[in-house]
């Protein structure tokens, strides 16, 4: 079982990035730079870093632990998603990694500072999206309601929500309200009101739950195209299993109760990912069922 995550060799490179931001490739020459700097600098601390995280509810004898000691890693332009039972505190981790929630005991820090509230470079699509979303705004107005205190100039903020509400497919339900879509397009809202603050990291509860399978496919690649285009760091809760594999750098398994790491599981598809072919792949069947194992075995 492996808990703690040695950084993987593929995303060491984008370790010292400050911003999210489209890749650059560099040749081998910059590569060797990087190497020496980063010896002169010393380890670089993970993106995120949970270490030994837990969470209690209350206080005296009605006080329920959660979650206990829960330690695994995230290094930047990964996509890294949590599966595990219904109930077993998935929720509850992501809320504390936003600091909406203090955590009991232990720590969780991005790049190496601890979260103490809401970091600026994180955004958030939370589970009950609906209740997210402003129901008396317009489409684009609740895709602009975080951008408000950025304080971009006009063409740029508009670009940017022209851009988020395109890759959701949204572009055509600019001027309606959320109480006139479907669940999966009040999804899709959401996704492009995190997707236009550009954070660089991106935190995601079951984020296509509501929507149909074309769709949740669509969104799947879009995950994985802002990924690679903006190096973009993406932790991901859901319950789909076939999901965490086709979207994941490494899946981490949780257990119940109290939510504890099972196990990290690394996924070595090659990318780029495709829904058709890399599903085919043995390596494909092989990681679900390696997964599956885990969250189906009584605790
Ligand atoms: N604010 C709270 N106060 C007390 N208990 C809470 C609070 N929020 C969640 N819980 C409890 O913590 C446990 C874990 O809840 P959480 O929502 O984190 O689970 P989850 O893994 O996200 O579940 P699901 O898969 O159904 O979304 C549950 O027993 C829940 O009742
Ligand atoms: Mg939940």
């Not at 600091?99 to 470079?121: F, K, N, Q, T, W």
């Not at 009040?186 to 399978?213: C, K, T």
Request: proline share 7%; with cysteine.
């Amino acid at each position: 079982m492996s808990t703690a995550h040695a950084r993987p060799t593929k995303t060491t490179h984008r370790s010292r990035r400050a911003h999210a931001g489209p890749i650059d490739h560099r040749d081998e020459t910059d590569m060797t730079d990087i190497t020496m700097k980063d010896q002169q600098l010393g380890p670089v601390p993970p993106r995120l870093d949970v270490a030994g995280l837990s969470k209690t509810y209350g206080s005296g004898p009605g006080a329920k632990t959660v979650i206990e000691d829960l330690t695994f890693t995230v290094e930047t332009g990964e996509i890294v998603c949590i599966v595990g039972p219904s109930g077993v505190g998935k929720t509850t981790l992501l809320k504390c990694l936003a600091g909406l929630h203090p955590v009991s005991s232990g720590a969780a820090a991005i790049d190496g500072r601890p979260i103490d509230g809401p970091p600026a470079e994180m955004a958030l699509v939370f589970q009950d999206y609906n209740r997210s979303l402003m129901p008396w705004l317009t489409v684009r107005k609740n895709v602009r309601l975080p951008l408000r205190h950025l304080r971009l100039p006009a063409v740029e903020l508009n670009q940017r929500i022209d851009t988020a509400l395109e890759a959701v497919g949204l572009t055509q339900a600019a001027a309606q309200y959320p109480w006139q879509l479907s669940g999966g397009m009040q999804q899709r809202v959401a996704i492009a009101r995190a997707l236009a603050y550009r954070p660089e990291i991106l935190i995601m509860d079951e984020p296509f739950a509501s929507v149909d399978a074309q769709t949740r496919f669509e969104l799947e690649d879009l995950c994985l195209k802002i990924r690679d285009d903006f190096g973009m760091t993406i932790l991901v809760v859901t319950h789909d299993i076939d999901e965490a594999v086709y979207l994941s750098d490494r899946v981490v398994v949780l257990g119940a109760k109290p939510a504890r790491v099972l196990d990290v599981v690394d996924i070595n598809l090659p990318s780029p990912r495709d829904q058709i072919s890399s599903r085919a792949l043995n390596g494909f069947a092989e990681q679900r069922t390696k997964v599956l194992s885990m969250i189906r075995k009584p605790a």
